[in-house]
């Protein structure tokens, strides 16, 4: 089972706090919680920590669930406007993301590389 919580604090009593909640049966890859409030991965009974860039690029990742996001995108989303080109950052972060949210990091299926394009977080058809 996998829930994703993706939520944004609010900054003033106009903002509104997003929530969106996917829990999504997997089957053979157990059990997978993100977890953006305390900055936690639980997978299979595995809590990981996520740094302050890991916790953006994969808020950002799955604010675009199954939609392929460009390395530049990326980059100037997570690390500002000036890291456009800076590819190595980001091949960097996800290799870590991997490593804390998949079962097999190197056979991605949460996150996989969309070649020569960026990345692309996946949920399962019928979990938009």
Not at 70 to 75: C, G, I, K, T, Y
Not at 81 to 104: A, C, H, T, W
Request: net charge positive.
């Amino acid at each position: 089972m996998l829930a994703v919580i993706i939520t944004q604090p609010a900054c003033s009593r106009n903002v509104k706090i997003i929530v969106r909640q996917f829990i999504i049966q997997l089957g053979k890859l157990g059990r997978l919680v993100i977890d953006f409030v305390a900055r936690t991965v639980h997978n299979g009974g595995v809590v990981s920590h996520l740094t302050p860039k890991e916790l953006e690029l994969l808020r950002y990742l799955t604010q675009h669930a199954n939609q392929a996001v460009s390395h530049r995108e990326l980059l100037q989303a997570v690390w500002g406007p000036d890291y456009g080109d800076q590819v190595d950052y980001l091949r960097v972060f996800i290799r870590s993301l991997r490593k804390k949210i998949e079962v097999n990091p190197d056979k991605p299926v949460f996150i996989t590389t969309e070649p020569w394009v960026g990345y692309r977080f996946n949920l399962p058809e019928g979990h938009n």
